[in-house]
């Protein structure tokens, strides 16, 4: 059986990166950059107050109290007429262009506001050359590369880009996933279900995961139990850049997606060395990728995080396609053997600047309100047998948890190494 990271090598060598798109910038939260950033201009184009007050000379105000004649009013959005010469300042405010000959910003708090105005003696002194001065270029030089393709865009990036005055972005285009449920037994919500019957809950967690993870859900509805009807759905599903079933891909009499991705396209793996989430399908039909996830509702979530969404994230030019990874210690026991990475459900809490992982009490692959309870999945090792108390890596799935200052990315191979201790 293949290890999680042999499995997750080669879903993501099988990548091909998407087309870019323009978008406007509106539109461009949480998109990945397809184009580097230059700045055409300097941002801000021009030596600015960052004050309400006074420019002046500093040396002006070497000897406490001074007053100073006024020569004119700046407001922002205003170019200045006259030169600041010694003995002599203008009014200006937040943000309007600095008048040529003043090289200091006294705030209109340190005066009295007159004309002349009287510079009152404070602790901080005078003036000295540059204060309150916001410099040509001082956030963004001309030429500058800002932000490098594969970049998530985060609002303070689109703001940045806004700021250049661009008024739209390239970004990767949003893959299609089409999302197949299977099953005779599996009916939507709103239709009445007979005996023997359950409600999907599979296709709506999928929708909102391949959502989240910056693609297009398509949603493709149920298939039947057979091969016949298999191929009709299945074959309505190849406009998609990557195809996601879940349910038949197990030993059943009745499981024929894999036999199906085998005889009539490409079966490229199945199974996995994971609980859960054994049962795990990769090939291709007609072309396009396919992921069979098993039915079980956990293991097909679970399934998603470890394998489709990395895939989805490279897709996009995501330089980061992992979730993130924290070293967390362990309260309780997660019970296994050697042979499969177990992927248990834990909650995650923070105390004394560290994160305590915490099993969820039902871990049954069919119990979907362990999902819904569980901030991260442990990645305990294969080679590991079962772990009481010491320290586990936690892949987080509730951004609620994220820090940049504790957490790795990716599984083992794809991360900085982690001592797990187990
Ligand atoms: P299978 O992988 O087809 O053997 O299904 C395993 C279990 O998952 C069975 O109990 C199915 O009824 C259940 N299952 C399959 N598809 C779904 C779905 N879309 N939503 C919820 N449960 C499902
Ligand atoms: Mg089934």
Known sequence: MLSVDDALSRVLSA????????????????????????????????????????????????????????????????????????????????????????????????????????????????????????????DVAQGDTVLEPGRVLDPAAVGLISSLGFPSVLVAQRPRVAILSTGDEVVEPGWPAHAGQIYSSNTLTLMGLVKRAGAEPIHCGIAPDDP?????????????????????????????????????????????AMKPGKPLAFGSFGGVPCFGLPGNPVSCMVNFYQFVRPVIRKTLGDPRPHLPVVEARLEGRIGKKKGRAELARVTLRLEDG????????????????????????????????????????????????LDGATANYGWPDHAPKVDHGC
């Open 15 to 138: 990548v091909r990166p998407v087309l870019a798109e323009r978008v406007p910038l509106v539109d461009a939260y949480d998109r990945v950059l397809a184009e580097a950033i230059v700045s055409p201009r300097n941002v801000p184009p021009w030596d600015n107050s960052a004050m309400d007050g006074f420019a002046v000379v500093a040396s002006d105000l070497a000897e406490l109290p001074v007053a100073l004649p006024v020569l004119e009013t700046i407001p922002a959005g205003a170019v200045p007429t006259l030169t600041v010469t010694a003995g002599a300042c203008s009014r200006i405010m937040t943000g309007a262009p600095m008048p040529s000959g003043a090289d200091a910003v006294v705030m209109i708090e340190h005066t009295d506001g007159g004309d002349p105005v009287t510079f009152a003696v404070t602790s901080s002194g005078g003036a000295t050359p540059g204060q309150n001065v916001r410099p040509c270029g001082g």
């Open 228 to 272: 016949e009807g298999l191929r009709a759905a299945l074959s309505r599903c190849l406009r998609a850049d990557l195809v996601v079933t879940t349910g038949g891909v197990s030993m059943g009499d009745f499981d024929h997606v894999k036999d199906f991705f085998q005889s009539h396209g490409a079966l490229e793996f199945w199974k996995v």
């Open 354 to 401: 560290g994160f305590v992982a915490t099993p969820v009490s039902r871990q049954s692959s069919g119990v979907l309100t362990s999902m819904a309870e569980c901030d991260g999945l442990s990645l305990v090792p294969a080679d590991s047998g079962a772990v009481e108390g010491g320290r586990i890596r936690v892949q987080v799935l509730d951004p609620r948890f």
